[in-house]
């Protein structure tokens, strides 16, 4: 069946710093992958998205790659800010969302 | 504005009680879910919903039901059988249930059984 691997967190970043998150994924098919975003006690956003291999996802400076030779999709910013401090969720779509652990990012000032 | 609303947003029964969560969505979408949020386990699907009056099993429905009669609405039963029901509950909807298709959630009802 479908699965995603995140690694292991909590992260904690200063402010500015380099992000990277880790994302595997297994599949049959051909699944769209998505990274989704969560902020204290609300639901998740969509943050974006690639449907096809090679395709680049971004959104607000976070990019991520669909590498299907890797089967992974991780999640980079050149410099993250305290506002992005939340949680981070990778997930696959092959009809309906299958989704990874999540990893919380925290920023300090 | 469009959206799904969940209610209540806390939720607190006692031990042995059914309890049902309100899920609703303005988006003419199609398709809706279920998922159970808990610490360090990210989201499992409950039960899905591709189209009026037709639903299915996720990874963990056990333990709940579901009801599909209108388009916008997919009310979702906590029932006694559930052996840990205290979580998260967040519900979603897509304009369908394939791949690619992105999926829009509510707020989410945190449920606690004492």
């Known amino acids: 069946g479908n699965s995603v691997t995140q690694m292991e967190g909590p992260v904690t970043l200063s402010e500015e710093a380099f992000l990277t998150i880790n994302c595997t994924y297994t599949?049959?098919?051909?699944?769209?992958l998505f990274w989704y975003v969560q902020y204290p006690g609300e639901g998740l956003q969509l943050l974006l998205k690639?449907?096809?291999?090679?395709d680049k996802g971004s959104n607000k400076g976070f990019e991520a790659t669909y590498r299907k030779e890797t089967t992974s999709f991780h999640l980079e910013k050149g410099s993250v800010q305290v506002s992005d401090s939340a949680v981070y969720f990778c997930?696959?779509?092959?009809?309906?969302?299958?989704f990874g652990k999540g990893i919380t990012l925290s920023v300090r000032p | 504005d469009g959206g799904i609303t969940q209610s209540p947003k806390y939720l607190f029964r006692k031990e042995g009680q059914n309890v049902t969560l309100s899920c609703e969505q303005n988006?003419?979408?199609?398709?809706m879910y279920w998922y159970r949020q808990d610490p360090g386990q990210g989201l499992r699907l409950i039960y899905y919903?591709?189209?009026?009056?037709?639903?299915q099993k996720g990874d963990i429905a056990e333990g709940y039901s579901v009801s599909r009669e209108k388009k916008e609405s997919f009310p979702l039963t906590v029932t006694s059988a559930q052996k840990n029901p205290t979580a998260f509950y967040l519900c979603?909807?897509?304009?369908?249930?394939?791949?690619?298709?992105?999926?829009?959630f509510g707020q989410g009802t945190r449920l606690t059984v004492v």
């Open positions: 997930a696959l779509s092959g009809g309906w969302l299958t």
């Open positions: 988006l003419n979408h199609d398709a």
């Open positions: 919903s591709q189209i009026v009056n037709d639903f």
């Open positions: 599949a049959t098919g051909y699944p769209s």
């Open positions: 690639a449907t096809k291999a090679d």
């Open positions: 979603a909807s897509s304009i369908e249930a394939a791949p690619g298709t992105e999926a829009f």
